[in-house]
């Protein structure tokens, strides 16, 4: 059974941070590329962040650039988001992705940043 479990979201206020964990099962997680995604209220799903399978080059949102940073540990099959100087607009549902032929989502993690 395919699994893929985001915790580390929450409240914090403008310029804080936040470091989002996704914890994958049930496929071969280090031949996978992971994203991480987020969604807005009213707002399309847009990719934050993408890691190929053996990490390396890593692509972001023009929005989160220099502030956010992708890391994956294929030995615990888990990717993390850690993101700092957090805006309000960064308000969001964040999800993990992971990708490789198939494609699987994790349930979303809330981050919202509000003083």
């Known amino acids: 059974q395919v699994q893929l479990v985001e915790s580390g979201g929450g409240l914090v206020q403008p310029g804080g941070s936040l470091r989002l964990s996704c914890v994958a099962s049930?496929?071969?997680?280090?031949?996978?590329?992971m994203s991480w995604y987020r969604q807005a209220p009213g707002k399309e799903r847009e990719l934050v962040a993408r890691?190929?399978?053996?990490?390396?080059?890593?692509n972001y949102a023009d929005s989160v650039k220099g502030r956010f940073t992708i890391s994956r540990d294929n030995a615990k099959n888990t990717v993390y988001l850690q993101m700092n100087s957090l805006k309000p607009e960064d308000t969001a549902v964040y999800y993990c992705?992971?990708?490789?032929?198939?494609?699987?989502w994790g349930q979303g993690t809330q981050v919202t940043v509000s003083s």
């Open positions: 992705n992971a990708r490789w032929g198939a494609t699987y």
């Open positions: 049930g496929f071969t997680f280090s031949t996978y590329a």
């Open positions: 890691i190929p399978s053996a990490g390396g080059s890593t």
